[in-house]
T-cell receptor, first 114, second 119 residues
Framework: DTEVTQTPKHLVMGMTNKKSLKCEQH?????MYWYKQKAKKPPELMFV???????INESVPSRFSPECPNSSLLNLHLHALQPEDSALYLC?????????????FGSGTRLTVV | AQKVTQAQTEISVVEKEDVTLDCVYE???????LFWYKQPPSGELVFLIR??????QNEISGRYSWNFQKSTSSFNFTITASQVVDSAVYFC????????????????FGTGTSLTVIP
């Protein structure tokens, strides 16, 4: 299994809603990442988890709350988002956060905030 | 300053033409890695190649080839005999170990080149 699975694929939420994005991998990777990608832009790093601990938070607003329940799962909890948060949210994993094996990306969740 | 520069924003070619996507990077590390990813309209980022800074051999994989030139800090990607399925956004990326004193894998994407192959 060489995939990173993200659910849901599409999500529309209101500014007062609470929702969660899920990411799962079964490759034994110990580093997992959340990226945000706006249209026609490269992905931007949000969070890095290494061995289930948050190692990097790129000054992301607190309305985005990551969680890593175990080595295979990564969640992104969303609350009180703004319309400008609408984007493609990509999850990725790699063997280690300190190594350079490249990332395996999921297909993303396309989020629309209304 | 941009760590990874992809000067070509959009390229259109006719099917079966060859096309080269340019990538220029900037780093002070002696050990670093370069990558190319493909992002089709479906959104998934597909890993194409990883190259470390000590390996300047060019690589060919089917219709894809990569030219790594440390002297010019470039890592260009050529698609031979392009096909409609090659239409996508292609990202070049750099991974280096240290940046501004913060250890850890720092990963930088270029701004991407949107390739359209016209049938």
């Amino acid at each position: 299994d060489t995939e990173v699975t993200q659910t849901p694929k599409h999500l529309v939420m209101g500014m007062t809603n609470k929702k969660s994005l899920k990411c799962e991998q079964h490759m034994g990777h110990r580093a997992m990442y959340w990226y945000k990608q706006k249209a026609k832009k490269p992905p931007e790093l949000m969070f890095v988890y290494s061995y289930e601990k948050l190692s990097i938070n790129e000054s992301v607003p607190s309305r985005f709350s990551p969680e890593c329940p175990n080595s295979s799962l990564l969640n992104l909890h969303l609350h009180a988002l703004q319309p400008e948060d609408s984007a493609l949210y990509l999850c990725a994993s790699s063997q280690e956060s300190g190594q350079n094996y490249g990332y395996t990306f999921g297909s993303g969740t396309r989020l629309t905030v209304v | 300053a941009q760590k990874v520069t992809q000067a070509q924003t959009e390229i259109s070619v006719v099917e079966k033409e060859d096309v080269t996507l340019d990538c220029v990077y900037e780093t002070r590390d002696t050990t670093y890695y370069l990558f190319w990813y493909k992002q089709p309209p479906s959104g998934e980022l597909v890993f194409l190649i990883r190259r470390n800074s000590f390996d300047e051999q060019n690589e060919i994989s089917g219709r894809y080839s990569w030219n790594f030139q440390k002297s010019t800090s470039s890592f260009n990607f050529t698609i031979t005999a392009s096909q409609v399925v090659d239409s996508a956004v292609y990202f070049c990326a750099l991974s280096e170990w240290m940046n501004n004193g913060r250890a850890g894998n720092q990963f930088y994407f270029g701004t991407g080149t949107s390739l359209t192959v016209i049938p």
